[in-house]
């Protein structure tokens, strides 16, 4: 007896509940998962306020197999991109399912009809739910639970995928380094970043707490303004950027950044963020009523960092002054005794930060792939 395939919008209270809670059915047993923050996750896929959709619409679907929900997808229109492009790209983001290309194949259908729907030509994805934030179906290193604001997935994912048609268009990559090999660094590097040093009016800090709000603000500002010729960006908006800053605040530890002033003037910017996901393992994603405090008070024992963004305005690229936002960070690092960092997400077609990073003697441990796929087909 064949299985009957049904796919749901996501729409009342209910469905959302299955649409979030489906994830810890989904993988249940798996050592590498970590659940997501909750009540950041109904914000990014649209059940709640989240400055991303003013600029943005999406739709979420549930598809069930004999009654019961078995995957789940958010169609997704960003605007922002599509008006910087000048493309009519929809993309899909929060894609989870069982092993079951009737299923997938129901979910995708479902999310590339309504793009086409709203005059959409192509879909990319996973973007959860934009370059911004989480992205990319992770098809290498599931040995290892992801870092921080990094996506994990089941190996059969890739497969699912493609059986809709999908193609790669690009890869992202982890790297991972030991902060005592870093202290070694290649006699070649060392000479990048006394050169600058020697060259440039450079000035090196650590942010400042007190004025942390400030220094978020400058952080995402410069962030904005050296992405703009990197492969798919989109600039965060200022009510995104307001609404980072007030979760970065709480979140990042000064010891693991860098501003870089050149002449007294702020050039670069290095953010990490310690490695939260055991934590948030811990408390099952849900921040109330105690977990909040469970992840600052035990950020203290984390000895693992995500360097998750080292940025210089487009006139200081390629002087190397991001080597030099790294090398302040490291006696702050290891004086609070941590011994690991995760080099994530670097483009494949960035091959300036690649060979930089290979040529410290990091290593590659996870790659995470997008997606590009033709609706010129969907009916």
């Known amino acids: 007896m064949s299985s009957v395939y049904q796919v749901v919008r996501v729409e009342d209270k209910r469905q959302r509940r299955e649409f979030m809670e489906l994830l810890w059915r989904l993988y249940k047993g798996d050592p590498n998962w970590i659940p997501p923050i909750r009540l950041n996750q109904e914000e990014l896929v649209g059940f709640r306020p989240h ?5 943005a619409k999406c739709r979420a679907f549930l598809v069930e197999k004999d009654g019961k929900a078995v ?6 229109i960003n605007h922002g991109h ?10 899909f983001g929060f894609f989870d399912c069982i092993d079951d290309q009737d299923a997938a194949n129901a979910l995708f259908t479902a999310a590339c009809r309504y793009l086409k729907s709203e005059g959409m030509d192509d879909v990319r994805g996973p973007c959860n739910p934009s370059l911004n934030y989480e992205i990319g179906n992770l098809v290498e290193g599931f040995d290892t639970p992801p870092t921080f604001m990094m996506t994990y997935n089941w190996p059969y994912y890739e497969k699912l995928i493609k059986g809709f048609g999908f193609e790669k268009v690009q890869d992202l990559y982890a790297f991972e380094g030991n902060f005592e090999m870093l202290k070694n660094i290649d006699p070649k590097l060392q000479f990048v970043i006394d050169e600058v040093k020697r060259r440039f009016n450079v000035t090196l800090r650590a942010a400042n707490r007190r004025k942390f709000g400030d220094e978020v603000s400058l952080f995402l500002k410069i962030y904005n303004e050296a992405l703009q010729g990197t492969w798919g960006f989109v600039p965060l908006s200022d009510a995104e950027c307001q609404e980072l800053g007030k979760s970065l605040k709480m979140l990042v530890d000064p010891a693991v950044t860098s501003i870089i002033e050149v002449d007294g003037r702020p ?8 490695d939260y ?15 909040f405090l469970t992840l600052l008070l035990g950020r203290r024992k984390i000895k693992k960092i995500r360097l998750m963004s080292t940025n210089v305005i487009p006139e200081y690229q390629r002087w190397g002054l991001g080597l030099v936002a790294l090398d302040r960070m490291l006696p702050d690092c290891l004086a609070k005794g941590i ?3 995760e080099f994530s997400w670097v483009l494949e077609s960035n091959h300036l930060s690649r060979g930089s990073l290979e040529r410290a003697g990091t290593k590659r441990t996870k790659t995470y792939r997008l997606y590009d796929r033709t609706l010129s087909d969907i009916h």
């Open 51 to 55: 400055p991303f959709y003013e600029n």
């Open 71 to 76: 995957g789940r997808i958010v169609a997704i």
């Open 82 to 91: 599509n008006k910087r492009y000048n493309e009519k790209r929809g993309f």
């Open 267 to 274: 050039v670069g910017v290095s953010m990490g963020l310690p």
């Open 277 to 291: 996901n055991p934590l948030i393992k811990k408390i099952n994603g849900k921040l109330f009523p105690f977990g």
């Open 339 to 341: 011994v690991e960092a």
